[in-house]
């Protein structure tokens, strides 16, 4: 649950103890090493230097060597001890002399013939000896063993390593703190968003997530809010289609059962009985036609679209023009069209009868005695354009925006009266959606509307032509 905290801080303590274990060693180490060369060398030279004075010698005697030490001037050593080749202490500024010598590296020197360096640093202080052999023509003549005792470098190097401790422990606590704190307030920000989150999934789509600054979880924050804002348009358009869609097929529905009792219930003669059947008849055509809207509206809203085939245009008006002059004639209206050849758009014949159909059929049923409407395909090098014109009753401006919405109707009782559902223009929107044009709808002059769909034309390499 708290998996990301975790890491962090796991991930945050193994660096910080690699950095302090570094810091820590490796100063000391590499310093440590750096004083141990310098004092080989200087002890090195200081043997040399003595060894062949020391060569220069008949006889060595405490005496002797002493005296050529004295005159050499070499100081800073704790001890210096000179044996003859048997291993005898000639001279020992640091105890008795004329015993063997006891130390192993002088013994070693003696017998390999090689020289011995040591050198060890303790909390007081680097200790280091070195033990060389001298000789003469080839001959070993005796040993010379050089103690140090330097307790001021190892005071330094120790003042250093517990300043960069204390120093290191200190940058690692507050590294810690401040990326703590950072890093348990980004948590509680995103902890904030996940319960809105859950308060939206709990079905408040007005909740919106508050926005604190301009950072990328205030973008997540803003973008999960647009989110929101669409969810609840989705579900109020839902909401309002469903109880729309319940009440459309409620009316007809009442209707049917009315007309239906009244035949049971009352004793009618048959010419009655028969108008009241053809009223049933009626009433469920009405609901037919709405269901079968209702279905084809949901299709298009699950994208269960057309597989796009070349599609002429003039032909679904003509297979509609068909179908409407009867209407036409019914409604005294003059119905002409223009129909230009080779209108080819890449689509469905059904989607496009049906974008055809519908609005002449409103063109038609909402117009005026004596009235016209003009059905025109014409084609643009880019687009194949469908106008509708009629010279009817017209859509008032502040309605035209609204008339393609599902049940939309501008005048309820009238369009009613005709047998409207309000669903036609939105199928031809949705429609047209599909083939990716487009719809607009303004004013017939001097009377009526004008609807002008624009499709794309389909190209030469679509119709394989
Ligand atoms: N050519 C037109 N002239 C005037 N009003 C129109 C015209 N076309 C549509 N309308 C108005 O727009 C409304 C919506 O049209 P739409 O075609 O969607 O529904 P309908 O014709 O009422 O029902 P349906 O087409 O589902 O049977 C209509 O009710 C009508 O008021
Ligand atoms: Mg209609």
Not at 338 to 367: H, Q, R
Request: aromatic share 6%.
């Amino acid at each position: 649950m708290h998996s990301i905290r975790f890491r962090f801080f796991s991930f945050l303590a193994a660096l910080l103890l690699i950095l302090l274990l570094l810091l820590n060693t490796y100063p000391l180490i590499s310093s440590r090493d750096a004083v141990y060369e310098e004092k080989r060398s200087s002890m090195a030279a200081a043997a040399s230097v003595v060894t062949s004075s020391l060569s220069g010698l008949d006889h060595l005697t405490r005496q002797s060597v002493a005296e050529v030490l004295a005159f050499l001037d070499i100081s800073g050593y704790s001890r210096i001890l000179v044996t003859d080749r048997e291993g005898t202490v000639i001279y020992d500024d640091g105890g008795p002399s004329g015993g063997t010598v006891q130390i192993e590296d002088v013994l070693t020197a003696l017998r390999d013939s090689k020289t011995i360096f040591r050198s060890r640093l303790s909390e007081a202080a680097f200790s280091s000896s070195y033990a060389v052999p001298m000789s003469a023509q080839g001959v070993i003549t005796g040993a010379v063993y050089l103690c140090e005792h330097d307790s001021e470098r190892a005071e330094i190097i120790y003042g250093i390593q517990s300043r960069i401790r204390v120093l290191s422990v200190t940058i690692s606590l507050a590294a810690l703190l401040l990326s703590g704190s950072f890093v348990l307030a980004l948590m509680r920000r995103l902890q904030d968003l996940v319960r809105s989150m859950r308060v939206v999934a709990g079905g408040d789509y007005a909740y919106r997530h508050p926005i604190r600054g301009q950072d990328e979880i205030s973008e997540l924050g803003e973008e999960f809010n647009l989110l929101t804002e669409r969810l609840e348009t989705t579900e109020k358009q839902r909401r309002r289609f469903v109880s729309d869609a319940s009440h459309e097929l409620k009316t007809p529905l009442a209707s049917i059962r009315l007309l239906s009792d009244s035949i049971v219930q009352n004793d009618m003669d048959s010419e009655t009985v028969r108008e009241f059947a053809a009223d049933i008849g009626h009433e469920a055509q009405r609901l037919q036609r709405t269901t079968e809207d209702l279905l084809d509206l949901s299709r298009m809203d699950d994208g269960i679209g057309f597989v796009p085939e070349p599609s002429d245009v003039s032909q679904a008006a003509q297979d509609a023009l068909v179908l409407l002059r009867p209407l036409a004639r019914e409604h005294n209206v003059r119905l002409s069209a223009a129909l230009d050849d080779g209108c080819v758009v890449m689509g469905s014949p059904d989607e496009l009868f049906k974008i055809i159909f519908n609005l002449t059929e409103n063109a038609i049923k909402y117009n005026v005695p004596n009235g016209t409407v003009d059905l025109i395909v014409r084609g643009t090098p880019e687009a194949v354009e469908i106008e509708v014109a009629d010279t009817g009753i017209g859509i008032p401006e502040a309605d035209r925006l609204n008339i393609f919405d599902r049940f939309y109707r501008v005048d309820k009782a009238r369009s009613r009266a005709t047998g409207g559902n309000g669903l036609g223009l939105s199928i031809v929107h949705d429609a047209v959606q599909a083939h990716g044009g487009s719809v607009a709808v303004g004013q017939n002059k001097p009377q009526g509307s004008k609807f002008i769909v624009t499709l794309p034309r389909a190209t030469e390499e679509e119709t394989g032509i």
